[in-house]
């Protein structure tokens, strides 16, 4: 229909209108209609013309007399982290009288919509609607850019795609097909070499949207590799309070604790967490050190400028991913590499995932350990600086006080003072041979008896017998942190790597 609407006509056999209904429609484009065997009539518009507030894709469905509208649904959104448009191309009644619908949507998530403009496209989606309109689920397909002359990092992580039709299968699962193609970008390179700018996609999933050896998530990246999004245990947690220290290498141990704000806070064109820091135990005199925000696993922090924003951990990585990071724009980005991924348990006795990383550059004595629902509870010097700060995590608290996660021991208080490596021991601490597979040697170390203890990556306690020479031999390749408390309760801390 001319203007602002499409038009449904009802025709009986012999060619004649016997009713109709005009529906107020924005924007253009190929739109499907569904008769379901109840006689509803199913439509898709981008919003209804009574809407006030925007919306970016609703599913209407009409009485058989085209009389009233029986219900409309509109699909997810959100204009800070997705940002999506929906387009739907058909739509089917299934089995048992739900409504499958299937399209493409524009899609900004996972990276954030001030991430890599070229990351975000058309993407294929499917969602399932009980008769009564709730939507079951919905799933976005990404297809990951595999064309190894179409840089992912210059042209885009994904291609774009559509889903044109779908037809249910009598054991359920649901056959789709549509189309693959590449953004303008990926096209300026593509045209220039003759290869094929479309391809046909067939696709099957099961009853629920899932694809086999593909997480099940609402975005599915269609990689081949399983890595859930979903669900994480949140890093950006006001109920938790973190208490961590600095440790130069060549100097001292500076001891701090943070936590995050209770509500986001809008900055430019996302809404970010504070992280409210302080230097006193007491919990007095707390400043802002920075603004993140936190995406199915990723978390961002806000750099200076209105649209600078950077990832700086990921828990959705798998063991050889690779990963830059930059805390701030003086610093070079750090390039990582995933070293072994875990599952760990604490204090409270929940599972979590854990990651280890290390300098893409070789520097294998230089490690990050990220773990799911805490955060980065150690992280290594800068991959080029030789004097960085290493950071450790004492303690994490829960929202009463009690202990998630903790290095120290049960009756030994989660902050400790700053301590002078020289003034107590007269040397540096120190370990080598870095790494090692058998025996590592502590130089510095006082000659009076020694108390401390051994902890993994994971911040279990490893042993609590130190000396100046240690066997390793059975203890498994990876970080260890070093831990040793001076007579007047001050900590001395270092580090070594087991080798294979």
């Known amino acids: 229909q001319s203007g602002n609407g499409d038009q449904i006509v009802v025709i009986d ?33 981008k919003q209804l013309q009574s809407q006030i507030t925007q919306s970016h894709g609703r599913i209407n469905t009409f009485d058989s007399q085209l009389d009233s509208m029986t219900w ?104 789709t097909g549509g189309t693959i193609y590449h953004t303008s970008a990926q096209n300026s390179i593509i045209s220039s070499l003759n290869e094929p700018t479309y391809y046909t996609w067939l696709m099957t999933v099961n009853s629920n949207g899932c694809l086999d050896g593909e997480e099940c998530d609402e975005v599915i990246i269609i ?72 995406i199915d696993g990723m978390i961002y922090k806000k750099l200076e400028g209105n649209f600078n924003e950077q990832l700086v951990l990921d828990m959705s990585l798998l063991e050889g991913d690779t990963i830059s ?44 350990v990220w773990v799911e629902g805490i955060g980065e509870i150690f992280s290594g010097e800068y991959c080029m600086d030789i004097n960085g700060f290493e950071f450790f995590i004492n303690c994490v608290l829960g929202p009463d006080g009690e202990r998630i996660y903790s290095i120290v021991e049960e009756d030994d208080p989660c902050w400790h003072k700053s301590s002078s490596v020289g003034e107590e021991i007269g040397r540096n601490i120190s370990v080598y041979p870095i790494p090692s597979a058998n025996t590592i040697t502590i130089s510095g170390l006082p000659n009076q008896p020694i108390t401390g203890s051994i902890y993994n990556a994971s911040g279990q306690i490893v042993t609590n017998t130190i000396s100046h020479q240690i066997d390793i031999s059975t203890y498994s390749p990876g970080l260890y942190i070093v831990h040793i408390i001076t007579k007047d309760n001050r900590m001395l801390s270092t580090k070594f790597v087991k080798g294979y």
């Open 13 to 45: 056999q012999a060619g004649q209108v016997i009713d109709s209904l005009n529906i107020y429609v924005t924007g253009s484009g190929k739109r499907s209609i569904l008769v379901s065997s109840t006689g509803k009539f199913h439509h898709f518009t």
């Open 72 to 175: 409309s649904t509109e699909l997810p959104f959100n204009n800070f982290t997705n940002a999506r448009r929906y387009a739907a191309r058909n739509m089917i009644e299934t089995q048992n009288g739900d409504i499958l619908v299937c399209g493409t949507v524009w899609d900004e998530g996972n990276d954030g919509p001030i991430a890599n403009p070229y990351d975000h496209c058309y993407n294929g989606f499917l969602t399932r609607l009980h008769p009564n309109g709730n939507i079951k689920w919905l799933k976005l397909y990404k297809v990951d850019n595999d064309i190894s002359f179409v840089p992912k990092n210059e042209y885009g992580k994904y291609l774009a795609s559509t889903i044109w039709n779908i037809h249910e299968l009598e054991d359920g699962r649901i056959l």
């Open 223 to 294: 990689d081949g590799a399983y890595r859930p999004k979903d669900g994480y245990l949140p890093i950006l947690n006001s109920d938790q309070t973190w208490i961590k220290r600095s440790v130069d290498i060549l100097t001292s141990s500076v001891p701090f604790q943070y936590t995050y704000s209770e509500d986001s806070v809008s900055q430019t064109s996302n809404y970010y967490f504070e992280q409210i820091q302080t230097y006193q135990e007491d919990g007095s005199s707390t400043f802002i050190e920075g603004y993140y925000r936190e």
């Open 325 to 368: 990071i930059q805390q701030n724009l003086e610093n070079d980005p750090q390039e990582l590499v995933v070293v072994s991924v875990g599952t760990v348990e604490y204090l409270d006795g929940i599972p979590r995932k854990i990651i280890e990383l290390t300098c893409i550059d070789g520097n294998d004595d230089r490690i990050w």
